[in-house]
C-alpha cells in the first residue's frame, strides 16, 4: 500500500485522544487529580477481565517499547528518545502507531 503510513499516523491521533480522554475522564472524578495508584491499582483489581487487558496491555507495551528502541537506532530515526517519552507521558497507543508513521516514511 503507498500511502499506508498515513494509517498509523491516523491511529496514533485516535489512540492519544481516547486515551487522553479516559485520563481526563477519571481526572474529574478524583477533583482535577490525576492519582497514580488508583489508576494503577483500578487496572489490576477492577475483575479477571481488566486483569487479562492489563497484562496483555503491558506485555504488548514492553515488546513495542524494545522494537522502537531497537529498530529506532538500526535505521538511525532522528530524535528516538521522543517516542520513548510519549509513550510514558502520554501512552503507548498515541507513541508505538506515530514511530511506525516515521518509521514507514523514512523506509519509503
Known amino acids: 500500500m503507498k500511502n499506508a503510513h498515513y494509517l498509523y499516523l491516523v491511529l496514533s491521533l ?3 485522544s481516547i486515551t487522553f480522554y479516559y485520563v481526563y475522564e477519571g481526572m474529574m472524578l478524583n477533583n482535577g487529580k490525576f492519582d497514580v495508584i488508583d ?3 483500578s487496572t489490576w483489581t477492577a475483575n479477571p477481565y481488566a486483569k487479562s487487558l492489563s497484562c496483555d496491555f503491558w506485555t504488548g507495551a514492553i ?3 524494545f522494537f522502537i528502541l531497537v529498530e529506532g537506532l538500526r535505521i538511525k530515526i532522528k530524535y528516538l528518545y521522543l517516542y520513548l ?3 510514558v507521558l502520554i ?3 498515541f507513541a508505538f502507531p506515530l ?3 516515521v518509521r514507514h ?3 519509503a
Do not use: K
Open 105 to 107: 516514511r523514512q523506509l
Open 63 to 65: 515488546a513495542g517499547t
Open 14 to 16: 485516535v489512540g492519544g
Open 91 to 93: 501512552g503507548f497507543a
Open 99 to 101: 514511530f511506525l508513521f
Open 85 to 87: 517519552l510519549a509513550t
Open 39 to 41: 489508576f494503577v491499582q
